[in-house]
């Protein structure tokens, strides 16, 4: 007899050439319960033709015997199984993407600790490149990281100039960096705790001391003031603040505000930082602003020249 069907369900089982039992494998591997449905109606139709009259009910009967199953229940039981586990299964490069996520999560942070007397923004540039580096100086070891990339390139095409290693880091970092922007906002609104809106609004002021026709209309001090008005302002001075510090610099400008005074030094050096958080995390920027507003502002704030002792 080439095959013997059990009674409770498990799967047929057939004899080996030299006579042996061997269990029946189960051949359905990447057969979803859509294609398992097609492959019945296609036994059916096709004994149809043959002038066999045949239910679905019998087509399914006959696939899952025709798969090394002792009935159809058995064989949808393990489709079901199997497409389950399917939807909840990490594929490795998630998983390796994953990881280096938190990899240059952890480089951001530690780079506030480890600037020495570079600008926060900038140790937090190289500490990014560098994890980057690191983690793709072993192709081999990162295939699960690569793979997706080949496949990107397939569908786009090659990038002309450059090795296959520097075009895969700034890949890397096109689609990574974006997604961890909430910790690269932290760490700046760490930085910038304080002197953000002494800052901005310093800026704003030595603008209008410059340029006599800086309108109200975008100015940070507006009381109903909006998140689209606060970026258009920021966009504002930071296409115009590194000219307006040097010379309030060179003027001796200072500006006072209700709880203390900010000079063009330390605005320029607290400037980049906050554009940097402005970039990554607006909303947080947004927030921090109008709660740092409203402890600053007063009615001897303003432009102030400092003389300098003699």
Partial sequence: MAATQGVTGKPWNYVGRTGEIMSGMHQHASMTSEQAKSAAKNIKSRLEALGVEMSMGHAYEALAGSK???????MKADLETTSAKSATAVPPAADATEDLKEKLRKAVRFASTNRGNRPLFVEIRHALYRTLNEATADL???QTLTEP????LDRNGSVAGGSFVE????????????QIADTIAEVLAGETEGYLAKTLIAVELLLGKRFLHFGRERTLLAEDLSFEKFIACCDYIMSNERLTLIEARRAGDVVRFANGEIDPTKAAQMISSIEHLI????????EMFLSERSEIIGREMGVIHRVHAA
């Fill in 167 to 178: 075009v895969f880091r700034g890949y890397l970092g096109k689609q990574l960096i974006p």
């Fill in 68 to 74: 090394g199953y002792a009935n159809w229940s058995t």
């Fill in 140 to 142: 081999d070891a990162n």
């Fill in 279 to 286: 970039r990554h995390g607006p909303r947080l920027a947004f």
């Fill in 149 to 152: 990339f080949s496949k990107f």
